[in-house]
C-alpha cells in the first residue's frame, strides 16, 4: 500500500508545487517508486514536469475523479509516464476548475479522490499530491485521501499568518473525514539567508509547532532563481541544478520523508 502525501497551503506561492515535483523525482531517484498528482486546475506540475495540459484533453486527474463512473467520458486514472524518468503523473489542467460544480451533486464528494486512487495504492511505494491554493472541496479530497500532510510556508511573516488557519482545518478533517492523517511536517520554502527575518521566522517555527505535537523539517529550501529556470525546462532543481542549495534542500527533505518511513 502507498504511502500518500498531500502538499497543502492555502497561501498561494509558496512552493506547493515545486515540493511536490522535486520530491517525487528525488524519491524515485532514490530507487522507490512514485505517483505524482496534480489536483490543481492551473496545472503547474504538469508543466514542471514537462507536459502540455493542453494536450491531455481525457486523460486528466478531472475523468477520473470528477466524473462519476456512469459518466460517458468517466475513465480510470492512467497515470502517464514523465520521459526518461520512472516517475508516474497524473496531469490536470482547466477542466478540473469545474470539480467544485461537479462534485456538489455527488454522494461522499469529499471521497471522490480516495475511492479514484484506491487502485493505484498497490502500485506505487508513494503517491504526492499537489493541490490548489483555496481550502476547497479539492483540497479537502487531498486530505481525505492521504496519510499525511506536509505544509510548505514561505518563511516571512505573512505566511506565518495563514497556517494557524490551515492546522484549525487539518484538525477538523482529522476529526469528521480522516481520522488517520497525520502532520509530516511544516517545511520553510523561499529562504534567504542573507534576509535576518527569515531566520527569525525559521525560529518562530520551531519553538511554536513541534511542542504541539507538529513536527518542523530540519530541511529548509533556500530561495533561488534556478527555481523559475528550472519550471521552464520541464524538469525539477534536482535534476536541472543539482548543485544548487536549493536541489540539495529538496534532498534532504526527501531523506527525512524516508526516514519517517523507515525506508531508507
Ligand atoms: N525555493 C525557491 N526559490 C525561488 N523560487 C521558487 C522556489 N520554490 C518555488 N519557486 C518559484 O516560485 C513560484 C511559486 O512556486 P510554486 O509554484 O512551487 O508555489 P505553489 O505554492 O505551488 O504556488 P500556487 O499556490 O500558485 O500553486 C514559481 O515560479 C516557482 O518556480
Ligand atoms: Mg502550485
Redesign the pocket.
Known amino acids: 500500500m502507498s504511502h500518500v502525501i498531500a502538499v497543502v497551503?492555502q497561501?498561494?506561492?509558496?512552493?506547493?508545487?515545486?515540493?511536490v515535483a522535486n520530491v517525487a523525482w528525488e524519491l524515485v531517484a532514490s530507487g522507490h517508486s512514485c505517483l505524482a498528482v496534480d489536483l490543481?486546475p492551473?496545472g503547474?506540475l504538469t508543466i514542471s514536469l514537462g507536459l502540455n495540459p493542453d494536450e491531455l484533453a481525457g486523460r486528466t486527474i478531472y475523468e477520473g475523479m470528477v466524473l462519476p463512473p456512469d459518466h460517458p467520458q468517466h475513465r480510470r486514472l492512467q497515470p502517464l509516464p514523465v520521459e526518461l524518468t520512472g516517475l508516474a503523473l497524473i496531469p490536470a489542467n482547466l477542466d478540473l476548475a469545474a470539480a467544485e460544480l461537479d462534485l456538489n451533486t455527488q454522494y461522499q464528494r469529499e471521497f471522490a479522490l480516495r475511492r479514484a486512487l484506491a487502485p493505484l495504492r498497490e502500485t506505487f511505494e508513494f503517491i504526492v499530491i499537489?493541490c490548489?491554493?483555496t481550502l476547497g472541496i479539492l483540497a479537502i479530497n487531498a486530505l481525505a485521501a492521504s496519510d499525511a500532510v506536509l505544509i510548505?510556508v514561505g518563511t516571512n511573516y505573512l505566511s506565518l499568518r495563514g497556517l494557524q488557519l490551515l492546522l484549525r482545518s487539518i484538525r477538523l478533517i482529522q476529526q469528521q473525514i480522516n481520522p488517520s492523517l497525520q502532520i509530516l511536517g511544516i517545511l520553510g520554502?523561499?529562504?534567504d539567508r542573507r534576509l535576518a527575518h527569515h531566520g527569525d521566522v525559521m525560529q518562530e517555527l520551531r519553538r511554536l509547532f513541534p511542542p504541539q505535537g507538529i513536527p518542523v523539517f530540519d530541511s529548509v529550501?533556500?530561495?533561488?532563481?534556478r527555481?523559475?529556470e528550472?519550471?521552464m525546462t520541464g524538469k525539477p532543481v534536482v535534476a536541472y541544478a543539482p548543485q544548487n542549495p536549493?536541489a540539495e534542500g529538496y534532498r534532504q527533505l526527501t531523506e527525512e520523508v524516508l526516514t519517517y518511513y523507515g525506508r531508507q
Open positions: 497551503n497561501k498561494g506561492g509558496v512552493g506547493k508545487t515545486a515540493t490543481d492551473q503547474s499537489d490548489p491554493p510548505p520554502t523561499l529562504y529550501i533556500a530561495r533561488s532563481v527555481f523559475e528550472a519550471a536549493g
